[in-house]
């Protein structure tokens, strides 16, 4: 599925090295993407649920939850691809990003009920403030994952677009796991605090196996 590395660079940060044999590791990358993405989802699902005593649960306040969703990624992907295209190892920066979302989705539900809890009953524009400001650094930190990974991909693959559709593939096929199986399973079996741990716990996972590909880049 991932394109062969090529054998003058370092999977880890671009420097000589023999990496013969490394194209496991590009595949193993794709499946912490892939968890990544579901774990993305897992939260959009469970904190619109939270900003629903906020905002209310109509059209407006979906478009209002969504926009600051996309608002957060699209401010990520213009820092993640500024401070990796300057950053000696990528990967590192994607598995500090992981662990960063982690940090906040174990307190993530508090965070959120916290803010709307004082800023509910002081308007709408108030409460959208707040749901922007509850949001705004984890959604920004999901959104510097993709253009990570394509910088490292970029210094590591002989075929970057094709690495790159692959990992996207993969992120965009966990983003749909996570949708659907919070919806239809998750909610039915934990509650909210309950599913956010759960995604912060797949995050720490993402951030652990990050860690082994670094070492293991590194051999």
Known sequence: MFPAVTEQESVLNGSSTNVSGKTGWISSLGVLFFLSGAAALIYQVSWQRVLFSGLGADTLSVAVIVSVFMLGLGLGALIGGWAADRA?????????????????????????????????????????FGALFALIVPTT???????????????VVRNVGEA????????????????????????????????????????????????????????
Not at 141 to 155: F, N, Q, S, Y
Not at 164 to 183: C, D, E, K
Not at 196 to 219: E, K, P, S
Request: proline fraction near 2%.
């Open 88 to 128: 000696t190892s990528p990967l590192r920066w994607f598995l500090a990003v992981e662990l960063g979302i982690a940090c906040y989705g174990v307190c993530s539900v508090a965070v959120i009920d916290l803010v709307m809890m004082h800023a509910g009953g002081l308007g709408h524009g108030v409460v959208v």
């Open 141 to 155: 930190l999901m959104g510097m994952t993709l253009p990570i990974l394509v910088i490292l991909l970029d210094r």
């Open 164 to 219: 790159t559709g692959s990992l996207y593939l993969a992120n965009t096929m966990g983003a749909a796991s996570g949708a659907i199986g919070t919806g239809l399973y998750l909610f039915h079996i934990m509650d909210l605090r309950q599913v956010t741990w759960l995604a912060a716990a797949i995050n720490a996972t993402v951030a652990l196996g990050g860690w082994f590909l670094v070492r293991r880049a590194a051999a």
